[in-house]
């Protein structure tokens, strides 16, 4: 197995060092939301750790993977913001030998959430959107929501997104629209 040692050297190879901060920070945050929820740390680190690990591909290699590699072509209608976790999730498992499906989906659902969510895949998704360098219209909201609940913070993430993404005319992925009837709508 990589140590954590390991695995640093190997993310922070793939991406700036301003961008490997901000992992860095998502791991911190995932590991406090892991200790108060009760969430194995080792996976919170790594997942944290390999969750942006394919955002600096170019364009063009993540679209021959799309294509070369059994990935539905309605992808190829979206962009990096949507590819990096999906495709991340397959690259960490074939590059990095990470073969931990509850990583791997933590992995894939960072961006969009999804309606089924293990704990560890609501920590990524909560911990990248409220890690200590974020500063956005919200994010204090945010951090206090995820003191209170794992659930009402990504609840919380998941209106805030999509709120964004409408007022900003960018394309919704469907699994962005399933995470926000399942998480938002009362149900
Ligand atoms: O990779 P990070 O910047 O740390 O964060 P992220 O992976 O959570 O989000 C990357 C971007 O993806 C962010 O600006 C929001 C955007 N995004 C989330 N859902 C959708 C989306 N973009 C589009 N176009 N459509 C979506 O459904
Ligand atoms: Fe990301
Ligand atoms: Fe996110
Ligand atoms: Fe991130």
């Known amino acids: 197995d990589l140590t954590r040692e390991d695995l640093m050297q190997k993310v922070s190879e793939q991406m ?16 406090e939301l892991a200790n108060n929820y009760q969430i194995d740390k080792e996976k919170a680190s790594i997942a944290a750790l390999t969750h942006d690990y394919a955002k600096e591909r170019p364009d063009e290699e993540m679209m021959d993977i799309i294509q070369n590699e059994g990935f539905s072509r309605e992808l190829l209608e979206y962009g ?73 913070a990504v609840s919380y993430e998941t209106y805030n997104t999509l709120t964004y993404l409408l007022k900003s005319k960018k394309k919704i992925y469907p699994k962005t629209l399933e995470t926000y009837n399942y998480w938002v709508v009362s149900h």
Request: charged fraction near 30%; hydrophobic fraction near 45%; aromatic fraction near 6%.
């Open 80 to 152: 990096n913001a949507i590819w990096h976790g999906i495709l991340g999730a397959y690259l960490v498992k074939t590059e990095l030998g990470i073969a931990d499906q509850e990583i791997l989906d933590a992995i894939m659902l960072h961006t969009t959430g999804a309606k089924e969510m293990s704990d560890l895949a609501k920590v990524i998704y909560v911990a990248d959107y409220i890690e200590d360098g974020r500063d956005f219209p919200g994010v204090v909201e945010a951090r206090e929501s995820a003191e209170r609940s794992l659930d009402e």
């Open 16 to 31: 700036s060092d301003k961008r490997f901060q901000h992992v860095l920070r998502v791991e911190k945050k995932a590991l």
